[in-house]
């Protein structure tokens, strides 16, 4: 089973999400940097039924964790003198082993 990879960082009170799968860009969503915008996420990528490979800023890393153990996955965080988009991120994660 494909994992989805995906970049996440936070400003401004916002989360931003990018799903990438097999190369290939899935979504892109913003969501509020609180615990319903973490459920919203989560809601998300449950529909998918893939396993999850996160690359994060430091500013989002403890949004993913607040959604829980319901997704399966994995979580790398990422400096931001190395990338600071979600997108850059997500392609990040797909090169996880």
């Known amino acids: 089973m494909n994992a989805l990879s995906v970049?996440?960082?936070a400003r401004q009170g916002c989360c931003v999400a990018v799903?990438?799968?097999d190369g290939e860009e899935l979504a892109s969503l913003s969501v509020p940097a609180n615990a319903e915008g973490a459920s919203v996420?989560?809601?998300y990528?449950?529909?998918?039924?893939?396993?999850?490979?996160?690359a994060?800023?430091?500013s989002a890393?403890?949004?993913?964790?607040?959604?829980g153990d319901a997704v399966a996955r994995e979580v790398?965080?990422?400096a931001s003198s190395v990338a600071n988009q979600p997108a850059a991120l997500a392609r990040i994660?797909?090169?996880m082993i």
């Open 7 to 9: 970049g996440v960082t």
């Open 19 to 21: 799903v990438r799968q």
């Open 41 to 43: 996420l989560r809601a």
């Open 45 to 54: 990528l449950q529909k998918l039924h893939r396993p999850v490979r996160f």
């Open 56 to 58: 994060v800023s430091s």
């Open 61 to 67: 890393f403890g949004f993913v964790l607040a959604m």
């Open 76 to 78: 790398m965080l990422v």
């Open 93 to 95: 994660a797909e090169r």
